[in-house]
T-cell receptor
Framework: KQEVTQIPAALSVPEGENLVLNCSFT??????LQWFRQDPGKGLTSLLL?????REQTSGRLNASLDKSSGRSTLYIAASQPGDSATYLC????????????FGSGTQLTVLP | DAGVIQSPRHEVTEMGQEVTLRCKPI?????LFWYRQTMMRGLELLIY????????DSGMPEDRFSAKMPNASFSTLKIQPSEPRDSAVYFC???????????FGNGTRLTVT
């Protein structure tokens, strides 16, 4: 059974810092991994999707890496801004399925101005 | 595209009443998912459809929960009778396929008193 863990659960940093969010998963036989952002009272917004054949994906100040063999992914946020404050969740396909996702519990990020 | 549209945004009802949540996926997406989010359990997949056909409903907690997708542009999640422990945010999401990002609606916050 796929299990996803995110560390830390909460993180507070001053504006301008670079930061790394961590995600680990137990079943490395995954098709892809997604990072999402969730703002309070809103749904999840997909940030990056890394296919199993890729090692990283970049979008603006965001960079996500994937190490399938070790069951880990990181989300790197460069030059953080107060607008980056949100909960960040990673998700991987549930064991034996390409479409069903198992989500981590998220990292709540606060960027202080 | 307007994205995934859910209604209502908020629903407050009394225990024992029937609740119907609605979802319009992104046009052209062939997979639709219903998730439930609570503080205690995080995001849980309830059921998903592929090409309007229910594929896996093992996440549906009880027989009080049912979901339908009569056509490619509409789905409902019904709870009858509702109970206080059903209080949560219910999300609908859709995707183009197994290698595509998942797009979420803004959710329906359900409160059962």
């Amino acid at each position: 059974k796929q299990e996803v863990t995110q560390i830390p659960a909460a993180l507070s940093v001053p504006e301008g810092e670079n930061l790394v969010l961590n995600c680990s998963f137990t079943d490395s036989a995954i098709y892809n991994l997604q990072w999402f952002r969730q703002d309070p009272g809103k749904g999840l917004t997909s940030l990056l999707l890394i296919q199993s054949s890729q090692r990283e994906q970049t979008s603006g100040r965001l960079n996500a890496s994937l190490d399938k063999s070790s069951g880990r992914s990181t989300l790197y946020i460069a030059a953080s801004q107060p607008g980056d404050s949100a909960t960040y969740l990673c998700a991987v396909p549930t064991s034996g399925s390409a479409r069903q996702l198992t989500f981590g519990s998220g990292t709540q990020l606060t960027v202080l101005p | 595209d307007a994205g995934v549209i859910q209604s209502p945004r908020h629903e407050v009802t009394e225990m024992g009443q029937e609740v119907t949540l609605r979802c319009k996926p992104i046009s052209g997406h062939n997979s639709l998912f219903w998730y439930r989010q609570t503080m205690m359990r995080g995001l849980e997949l309830l059921i998903y459809f592929n090409n309007n056909v229910p594929i896996d409903d093992s996440g549906m907690p009880e027989d009080r929960f049912s979901a339908k997708m009569p056509n490619a542009s509409f789905s409902t999640l019904k709870i009858q009778p509702s109970e206080p422990r059903d209080s949560a945010v219910y999300f609908c999401a859709s995707s183009l396929g197994e290698h595509s990002p998942l797009h979420f609606g803004n959710g329906t916050r359900l409160t059962v008193t």
